[in-house]
């Protein structure tokens, strides 16, 4: 069974830190990997999709990285900003369906 | 609207009634799921359908049924509520093995 684990579970920065969010997985055998944005009381916003053959996708100040054959993808985070405070959700698509980490809650202080 | 769309987002029902959970969405996607949020458990899927009349059971499908008639519309309903089944409910949708997009949730309460 798929085992999808994020670390820290919580982060407090202060604005303009560069950070990084860890995702580890069990199962290497995945389609892809994507990283989502949940504001609180929100639905999830969909930040980076990395496809199984893809090693980085890259979207303004976001750079997700996988490496499949140690189960592991990073989120960083360039210049972080107030407005990037929110919880941060990495899943993995086996057949069909995803399996969520529990997720990074990020604080960015002024 | 485009997108995906559920409704309604915040219910309150009592134990032992049904309810009907709705999902609505305008990208024809072939594939739609639904999740719950709970804390300490983050998200789990509960059903999922390829297509059309194709439906099938995720991690946490007891309690809950769901139909598929029409590509874009995927209700989920819970025959006899339970108070374990107060949740956040998200309805997701992709083609293929691309994003998937969800929408913004429900809020339930089972009292």
């Known amino acids: 069974k798929q085992e999808v684990t994020q670390i820290p579970a919580a982060l407090s920065v202060p604005e303009g830190e560069n950070l990084v969010l860890n995702c580890s997985f069990t199962?290497?055998?995945?389609?892809?990997l994507q990283w989502f944005r949940q504001d609180p009381g929100k639905g999830l916003t969909s930040l980076l999709l990395?496809?199984?053959?893809?090693r980085e996708q890259t979207s303004g100040r976001l750079n997700a990285s996988l490496d499949k054959s140690s189960g592991r993808s990073t989120l960083y985070i360039a210049a972080s900003q107030p407005g990037d405070s929110a919880t941060y959700l990495c899943a993995v698509t086996g057949f069909q369906k995803l399996v969520f980490g529990t997720g990074t809650r990020l604080l960015v202080s002024p | 609207d485009a997108g995906i769309t559920q409704s309604p987002r915040y219910k309150i029902t009592e134990t032992g009634r049904q309810v009907t959970l709705m999902c609505h969405q305008t990208w024809s996607h072939s594939y739609m799921f639904w999740y719950r949020q709970d804390l300490g458990h983050g998200l789990r899927l509960i059903y999922y359908s390829a297509a059309a009349d194709i439906t099938d059971k995720g991690e946490v499908p007891d309690g809950y049924v769901v139909s598929r008639s029409k590509t874009e519309n995927f209700p989920l309903t819970l025959e006899s509520a339970t108070r374990s089944q107060t949740s956040v409910y998200f309805c997701?949708?992709?083609?293929?093995?691309?994003?998937?997009?969800f929408g913004p949730g429900t809020r339930l309460t089972v009292t």
């Open positions: 199962d290497s055998a995945i389609y892809n």
């Open positions: 990395i496809q199984s053959s893809q």
């Open positions: 997701a949708s992709k083609v293929g093995e691309y994003e998937q997009y």
